[in-house]
């Protein structure tokens, strides 16, 4: 494969790439185990290998209530296929911020052949958006924003088809990560960014960062330029968000490891030889993805093979002090993060729930040792306490295994730098691809995106079930039940005692996606709460807002046909937690994956990020694709969520 058409590969079809299979198996050759669909939600079920069976569908309280009334305040919106953004009758939505646009009135103008160059490429609004939180304090309003991966075809010179060629090229895709803070305010001409505010930064990949936690100071985080292994540069493939009750914002590293290779054949010791492996470090000798190691030798493995260890992590920033250093909370452990969800318990525990985005890797959740106090000391609350992995249990139970030096035979900073680790010698349970975990404000329950896994039941040329990273067979479970699932599933548990720093919880499965109109039966064909008018693959993106209502956003296949006819372009959808009902409420331009969604102050305003549109939007026709945050409002500028 030439370098040039890496570049256009999903995270997941790289991996594939490197991490090949044995052999090929047609979706057709799967047989499909006798399932009632009309069963799912409120009864229980039997399918996939080995029949695992089904939670108790609807956890107790929230049985379907027949002729219960829509909550929703819309009408469906059809599924499309063009490149803009489309809202159903009585919404509008407009744009806030495209890539490029100035934080700062010294930036470099935005060209639409050519985008941004180098040269105050850290003073624009950056590419992919994703993750994102609104913070206020009297009438001031800051939006934080992810902006997870540049995509190298858009942002170098045309003719390097998205190689990086120089320092220079490095340096211009490390500029367009990281985090935006900016200040944003709505006028007469809507929502607008505040250029020049005192709070705009943007935080990158060279961005000083501070390394806390069990892990900080530790042999494996030291490098020839940090030799105290607790100052590292850079924050990375910063996907889904997060916040804190006291108000900083967490910006949670997802696929760092696609950043690092190395210019030499390696000769690697054990420890480092199972690190690079188990989280996916290329160990080849070849450009790569960004070609970082060819001209910065920090990302080189064969000259600094630490630094992967200090990516991987959640990270917080105070958006309300430009100067303050971002954290880097090694306690809550090294994987590929997707956002980061709080709660607290009934004695004022911090409690974050965290996903690990890969094909058969764990949930996970850190429960704080001290408690939260509104004006309080909260400098422990994300370095001291303990994290869990989740295992659930076919009954429709599950448990939050503590990661201790006892249990896993590692000690405290090897649990933070290898928690994939630490999570197999606990016998955690595999999932399928864990992506965002939201917490209900108005219940105590939680909700995870388990986006899809085509490797699920996959099996290798001499029969084996293809395994994940840690070599654990991925066989169908009870709430990864599909072999080959290409449509997704939303989990959702509630903890015992209504208290979600409780070990022991209750799970179901809140929807499965299919495509009924394919799969006449069968669990392709998605559970009861699927239907024609709302198909939908690949769930990812989820908030839950202030009135309950589950807002879940797709980053699946749009291409309209076969598996996905019906689907039609990335999309937003609306989900009751007590009916199940979802009805599509938002789609975005093809190409696109709609993620990142919060809300301004007054609760009108719905803020949405449009990641990689594969039109020319929004600017048209002979203008580059530029990922962008839209607000979404009432034409009566009513509620909003
Ligand atoms: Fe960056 Fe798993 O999404
Ligand atoms: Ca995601
Ligand atoms: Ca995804």
Not at 88 to 98: A, E, F, I, Q, T
Not at 230 to 254: D, H, I, K, Q
Request: with cysteine; proline share 6%.
């Amino acid at each position: 494969m030439k370098d040039a058409d890496i570049q256009d590969l999903s995270f997941d079809d790289w991996d594939e790439l490197k991490f090949p299979r044995k052999t090929t198996q047609d979706f057709d050759e799967v047989v499909e185990r006798a399932i009632s669909r009309r069963g799912f939600l409120g009864s229980v079920l039997a399918f996939g290998s080995g029949a695992a069976v089904m939670g108790t569908g609807l956890l107790k309280g929230t049985t379907a209530m027949a002729g219960q009334s829509s909550r929703f305040a819309f009408d469906q919106l059809a599924p499309q296929t063009d490149g803009t953004v489309h809202v159903p009758d009585g919404y509008k939505w407009d744009v806030l911020v495209r890539w490029g646009d100035p934080l700062f009135s010294d930036a470099p103008e935005w060209d639409a052949t050519t985008g941004i160059p180098t040269e105050g490429s850290d003073r624009v609004f950056g590419e992919n958006t994703d993750g994102m939180e609104l913070f206020h304090k009297g009438g001031t309003e800051l939006l934080v924003v992810n902006s997870e991966y540049p995509n190298p075809k858009i942002n170098l010179a045309v003719e390097q088809e998205g190689a990086s060629m120089s320092a220079d090229d490095v340096v211009r895709l490390q500029n367009f990560q990281g985090v935006s803070v900016m200040e944003v305010t709505e006028g007469e001409n809507g929502w607008e960014v505040v250029v020049d505010s005192p709070y705009n930064r943007r935080i990158h990949h060279r961005t000083p960062m501070i390394i806390d936690g069990p892990a900080a100071g530790h042999d494996l985080l030291k490098t020839d330029d940090d030799p105290t292994g607790a100052a590292s540069l850079g924050t990375f493939n910063n996907c889904g968000s997060g916040r804190t009750p006291w108000g900083t914002y967490l910006t949670c590293e997802e696929n760092f490891n696609g950043y690092f290779g190395t210019t030499e054949e390696l000769s690697l010791d054990d420890v480092h030889a199972a690190s690079f492996k188990r989280y996916g470090v290329n160990t080849d000798v070849e450009p790569g993805r960004y070609n970082y190691h060819s001209f910065d030798a920090r990302f080189d493995i064969s000259k600094n093979p630490n630094e992967p260890h200090r990516a991987g992590y959640i990270v917080e920033i105070d958006p309300w002090n430009p100067d303050a250093t971002p954290v880097k909370h090694t306690a809550l452990g090294r994987f590929k993060h997707e956002n980061a969800a709080y709660a607290l318990s009934p004695e004022g525990q911090v409690v974050v729930y965290m996903g690990d985005d890969e094909r058969g890797e764990y949930m996970y959740k850190w429960v704080s040792r001290d408690i939260y106090v509104p004006g309080g000391d909260t400098s422990t609350l994300l370095s001291e306490g303990q994290l869990h992995v989740a295992k659930f249990n076919d009954d429709g139970t599950g448990i939050w295994i503590a990661l201790t030096p006892e249990d896993t035979g590692m000690t405290q900073a090897e649990i933070s730098v290898f928690t994939r680790m630490a999570g197999t010698a606990v016998s955690a349970t595999t999932m399928d691809r864990p992506e965002w975990i939201a917490v209900n404000p108005t219940a105590v329950e939680a909700y995870c995106c388990l986006t899809n896994n085509s490797r699920r039941g996959a099996t290798n040329d001499d029969g084996s079930i293809r395994t994940n990273a840690a070599g654990e067979p991925m066989v169908p479970n009870a709430p990864n039940p599909r072999e080959l699932n290409n449509y997704g599933q939303i989990v959702r548990w509630r903890p015992h005692n209504d208290d979600h720093g409780a070990s022991t919880f209750d799970w179901d499965l809140y929807v499965m996606a299919g495509n009924p109109t394919v799969h006449s039966d069968g669990p392709y064909a998605g559970s009861a709460n699927i239907n024609a008018g709302n198909l939908f693959n690949s769930p990812d993106g989820m908030q839950i807002d202030t009135t309950g209502l589950i807002w879940i956003q797709t980053d699946g296949d749009d291409d309209n046909e076969g598996d996905f006819a019906g689907m039609g372009n990335n999309q937003m959808l609306a989900g009751d937690p007590v009916t199940g009902e979802i009805r599509r409420f938002l789609t975005g331009p093809n190409g696109c994956e709609v993620t990142g969604l919060t809300w301004s102050a007054d609760r009108r305003t719905m803020f949405v990020g449009i990641q990689h549109p594969g039109s020319p939007f929004p600017d048209g026709e002979g203008s580059l694709p530029r990922s962008s945050i839209i607000a979404v409002k009432r034409d009566d500028n009513a509620l909003v969520g």
